[in-house]
């Protein structure tokens, strides 16, 4: 049997328990920050592995092959975290609250402070396909002089059932609205862009659906300004 400090079972806790966070964090921002749905996957199986073979080597039961297997889990499982985080971590869109979730240092920067935006904003909705919107993102009229080019914004939506949800859709992943919002802060959903135009791309089986949006800017810190007025659209 390997000796304990060569084991490091700690040292294995904490990189599982970070594994998780990220994993969970990618599953709700995953797409905003461009990962791969097949990585944040990997991800999730690896952590399982890596758990499953940490608890074995933390039993009574351990063995040398115990504990090897468990050293080879946890290898695969580092290494695609060092992969993710090489490939999707070191660019936009992540701010400052990104990295402290996913238990990471924010980088260092020499940028002048920023200040916290005082604009609002809203959105034409064009519509190019089916079960798509396309929100062309602008300063509410009266508050442009307040409003950064290097400003993101944060689009809230949800949707609603012609009607509104039964609590059994509203407690499903979708998440889908009881009634209509009166506030930005009853949305479900959020993506991050720093595009004028944004397209939002809903399933199918939501088409003929109420979508239903507000939209805040931030600046690269992650501060948000103030809500902008709740606006809506019929799915196509």
Not at 228 to 235: K, T
Request: glycine share 6%.
């Amino acid at each position: 049997m390997q000796s304990n400090s060569d084991w490091l079972p700690g040292r294995r806790a904490e990189q599982l328990a970070m594994a998780k966070s990220w994993h969970y964090n990618l599953k709700i921002k995953g797409r905003l920050w461009d990962v791969p749905e097949d990585e944040i996957s990997r991800l999730g199986e690896l952590a399982d592995e890596a758990a499953e073979s940490l608890s074995k080597a933390l039993s009574t039961d351990r063995t040398a092959i115990i504990t090897a297997n468990c050293r080879k889990s946890f290898s695969s499982l580092v290494s695609m975290m060092r992969l993710i985080k090489s490939r999707r971590f070191f660019s936009p869109p992540l701010y400052d609250p990104d990295y402290i979730a996913l238990g990471l240092r924010p980088p260092l920067t020499t940028k002048s402070q920023i200040a916290e935006p005082t604009s609002q904003a809203e959105a034409e909705i064009t519509y190019p396909g089916v079960h798509m919107l396309m929100l062309h993102i602008k300063p509410l009229p009266g508050s442009n002089n307040a409003y950064r080019s290097d400003y993101g914004c944060r689009i809230y939506y949800g949707i609603m059932p012609q009607g509104g949800a039964t609590q059994e859709q509203a407690v499903s992943p979708d998440r889908y609205l009881m009634k209509s919002p009166e506030s930005g802060l009853e949305l479900p959903f959020s993506v991050f862009t720093h595009r004028k135009k944004e397209l939002i791309n809903f399933n199918a089986q939501d088409s003929g659906k109420i979508a239903y949006f507000c939209i805040r800017y931030e600046n690269a810190k992650g501060m948000a300004g103030p809500w902008g007025p709740v606006f809506s659209a019929i799915i196509p």
